[in-house]
């Protein structure tokens, strides 16, 4: 998974994407770079201490490291990109990484470049990393989830965002964590902190893009849940992070894209949440691209892959 991503970003960093096709009449604006991380507008997510903080250790760094691979993230920030014309559209986007990194490139600041040139107001989610010590690990990037998405919607109308069209975008391991919002927005994983909590953590609509969702073999990616659930993690522990459990007739509609020749996470994930949703009555609008391989972000070029922001944008209009 690693190096499928790590390919991917270097020809992120080393050119300038091709903005996707969007409806006729949208402005893209100049592509952000990753040099510009963290973006226009950084929020903090915790007013003071953040929950779980005894247990937290700052991780070895090496000298190769990418440097859009965030890691030692001890005070988690939405990092906020508002689009020149706004419609009132936000998303709060969870970039992927296997729980181990945050990759902020092709999973958050091209989609921020992307979607700003569609109205959409985008906030990319540094969350911290559960391996890194804090308390409550199985929990800790739902925490930072819940805690955004509420800030979000209390932040609203100074973000130009209308209350009830906040979705969130989730890639790979942060699909899990976008799935894992969608299922368990109301899970009391954390002791409210200021009126912020007070305010509704459910999302609008969900965009699962090559998810990791279920944490059982043979399908799940190994490295998501081991590094999310601690090794070795009970049979209970699994099946209560394993997002296609948990869908209820609640759950928001859901957008699923994934590659079928994904060889990091397998597309039956994709197939088991869209089933789970189906079964509960959600909505779901699910795309199988032939190809498009791991980490294709806003679409790898030549491939079927491309296609998924527009489809995206005209869905979540609905």
Do not use: K
């Not at 107001?121 to 998405?149: F, K, M, N």
């Not at 399908?219 to 869908?247: C, F, K, M, N, W």
């Amino acid at each position: 998974m690693a190096m499928d991503r790590r390919q991917w970003l270097q020809g992120v960093l080393a050119m300038t994407v091709a903005p996707v096709s969007l409806p006729a009449g949208a402005q893209t604006p100049s592509a952000p770079a990753v040099a510009g991380w963290p973006g226009p507008c950084v929020v903090p997510l915790w007013p003071d201490a953040v929950p779980g903080h005894e247990g937290y250790r700052d991780p070895p760094r090496r000298a190769d490291e990418p440097p859009a691979f965030l890691r030692g993230i001890a005070s988690p920030t939405l990092h906020v990109y508002r689009p020149a014309q706004p419609d009132g559209r936000a998303v709060l986007v969870c970039p992927g990484g296997a729980y181990r990194f945050v990759s902020i490139a092709n999973e958050g600041v091209e989609v921020a470049r992307a979607f700003n040139a569609a109205g959409i107001t985008v906030c990319v989610l540094a969350y911290r990393l559960p391996g890194e010590g804090w308390l409550q690990r199985s929990d800790v990037p739902l925490q930072d989830a819940q805690r955004a998405l509420r800030l979000i919607r209390h932040r609203a109308a100074d973000w130009g965002v209308r209350r009830d069209a906040i979705g969130v975008m989730g890639f790979s391991a942060g699909g899990h964590l976008a799935a894992t919002l969608a299922t368990a927005w109301d899970e009391p994983v954390y002791a409210a902190v200021d009126v912020i909590d007070e305010v509704s953590a459910r999302p609008d609509h969900a965009a699962l893009l090559y998810p990791v969702i279920t944490l059982t073999t043979p399908y799940t990616h190994a490295e998501s849940r081991d590094q999310l659930l601690g090794v070795p993690a009970s049979e209970a522990l699994i099946h209560h992070r394993s997002p296609d459990e948990h869908v209820q007739p609640d759950t928001p509609r859901c957008f699923i894209a994934h590659a079928a020749d994904d060889g990091a996470v397998p597309i039956e994930n994709a197939e088991r949440m869209t089933a789970a949703l189906r079964r509960a009555g959600v909505g779901v609008e699910y795309h199988a691209f032939e190809h498009g391989e791991h980490a294709f972000g806003v679409g790898r070029p030549g491939t079927p892959s491309a296609a998924w922001p527009a489809l995206y944008d005209a869905w979540s209009r609905g």
